[in-house]
């Protein structure tokens, strides 16, 4: 592994910053699933936190670094899920945080965003778009940048992840993971092949935002002139080269799934878990449904990342509006 950005000694470290209340999240065999996915499954699900998703595991070790080192003020391009959480810990730890998104995304995720003391700016067009923006102020402000993925703090923030499930010691031997970014891959990949190698490691992207996976697939960087997928978080287009390579290290796979799998990963989560999650958490339930043949018979972990969804949104893909119960649950 000597070849990462990743540092297994780091990320145990990284459990000290991060506020508890981001920490040691559950996991369960969810027996519910299996009769219709033919395998066994355990969820670990990272929902159940003031931000409702893994995101502010990296943002607290980044904003940790800064606080420390005097930084006044951060800004970051984001669909909602990494603004949520770096508004969360930039507020705990008195920064001055910015967010651009692009004013199509989830208005769920940017009212929150709000909610939480971010100045928020938005544009017009995609993530790319916001990215751009978010450069540009940087540069032109003198503000710390905040890249998800790039940034090692997120990425070693979500490999936390990956150390609770290592240290639960289950008897799973494949977990399913979102790929966009890569920062929750190439984290908690980083740890099952440091420390249980033995268990494969599959990411999962949606057809419609394929830029990483084609980048896996043929080892070099691939960029997409468009995204269409109703799974936000990950729909990404031009992947970070330091990203892929440390990808390449540690999936062992990647694979694309269809937006019909996506929904109908969703409303089996509803069904099934009584959780309601956002497109990109459903993504490993998905990766099941296309293939069953390859996961029957096993043991498989899926992180369920992410749960800001919007109502109305939900209420069309799934057919039920979340209502009042045990859901929770994006990337």
């Not at 929902?47 to 998703?53: E, G, H, I, Y």
């Not at 190698?197 to 419609?208: K, M």
């Not at 269409?228 to 080269?241: L, Q, W």
Request: charged content about 20%.
């Amino acid at each position: 592994m000597q070849e990462t950005r990743l540092d297994t000694a780091r990320i145990r470290a990284a459990r000290m910053v991060i506020d508890p209340v981001f920490l040691d999240t559950p996991l369960y065999r969810c027996e519910a699933l299996e009769p219709g996915l033919g395998c066994a499954v355990s969820i670990k699900l990272e929902t159940a936190n003031p931000v409702r998703s893994f995101k502010a595991r990296g943002t607290e070790v980044v904003t940790g670094l800064l606080a420390g080192h005097g930084a006044p003020a951060v800004v970051c391009a984001s669909s909602g899920n990494l603004g949520q959480a770096l508004a969360w810990s930039g507020r705990r730890r008195g920064l001055d945080v910015t967010v651009v998104a692009s004013r199509f995304a989830t208005a769920a995720k940017l009212d929150r965003i709000r909610a939480l003391g971010a100045t928020l700016e938005l544009v017009d067009g995609d993530h790319e778009t916001a990215r751009e923006r978010a450069v540009a102020l940087a540069r032109d402000d003198g503000v710390r940048l905040v890249e998800d993925s790039l940034d090692i703090g997120t990425c070693e923030g979500a490999a936390t992840i990956g150390l609770e499930l290592v240290d639960a010691a289950p008897s799973f031997d494949t977990v399913l993971i979102a790929l966009g970014g890569g920062a929750l891959a190439t984290g908690v990949g980083h740890v099952m092949k440091a420390l249980a190698p033995g268990v494969e490691v599959i990411c999962v992207q949606p057809l419609g935002a394929p830029a990483m996976t084609y980048s896996w697939r043929r080892r070099r960087v691939v960029s997409t002139e468009s995204a269409d997928t109703i799974a936000d978080a990950v729909a990404g287009r031009h992947p970070i080269p330091a990203v892929l390579d440390d990808l390449l290290l540690v999936a062992d796979d990647v694979v694309l799934v269809q937006e019909t799998s996506i929904v109908a990963g969703m409303r089996m989560l509803l069904d099934h878990a009584g959780l309601v999650v956002e497109p990109s958490a459903a993504l490993g339930i998905a990766a099941i449904l296309e293939d069953r043949e390859r996961f029957a018979g096993r043991h498989v972990v899926t992180v369920v990342c992410g749960s800001n969804v919007d109502v109305a949104a939900y209420h069309r893909w799934v057919g039920a509006a979340p209502g009042p119960g045990p859901s929770s649950a994006t990337a």
